[in-house]
């Protein structure tokens, strides 16, 4: 009995609290100065880890892709040029073309995997941390619209947990 009294006045209390964020003004603004600001440097860290791992395992697992695209890239780039396709015509000029293309693709494969398996490096490391701390402050930066959503994320929060306390666990606790 108790814990069912417990619920609905948990229930309650968090239709009030859902009332009180619906008819807040400023909430955001307060929620990123006293939650995410004091927090910010361990924020931007974890995003920071987050897309090196990312970035790296997105590349490990679709090198093969990577690099098959970046010789179509260049084999492509290759046969629309209008320099390649006269020096095509010379004589040997088809074997000289099909060279230029095998060594210019070799070149770009080397490249594009030397850079992206310098992911990770220091210096990426620092430009993701970087990029990670412009993109949060842009982040942080409120108007009506980023009001509107952050309202709702927590009221839409506030809803999941009244169903979750509304599935009464206690009951199967307790018979």
Not at 17 to 45: F, K
Request: proline letters at 3%; charged letters at 30%.
């Amino acid at each position: 009995m108790m814990e069912e009294l417990t619920d609905r006045i948990s229930i309650r209390m968090l239709d009030s609290v859902q009332s009180h964020l619906r008819s807040s003004d400023g909430l955001s603004g307060r929620m990123v100065e006293q939650v995410l600001r004091p927090r910010q440097q361990a924020l931007i860290h974890e995003i920071t880890q987050r897309l090196e791992a990312m970035a790296g395992n997105a590349y490990d697992h679709n090198r093969d892709d990577t690099l098959r695209y970046v010789r179509g890239l260049v084999g492509r780039t290759l046969s629309e040029s209008p320099e390649i396709r006269r020096l095509s015509r010379l004589p040997l000029g088809g074997q000289l073309t099909k060279g230029l293309e095998a060594s210019l693709s070799d070149l770009a494969c080397r490249l594009v995997n030397e850079a992206l398996e310098g992911l990770q490096s220091p210096e990426f490391s620092a430009l993701v941390e970087h990029l990670t701390e412009s993109g949060f402050e842009a982040w942080l930066r409120t108007d009506p619209h980023t009001e509107k959503v952050s309202e709702q994320v927590l009221v839409d929060m506030l809803d999941l947990l009244k169903e979750q306390i509304a599935v009464k666990d206690w009951k199967h606790k307790y018979a």
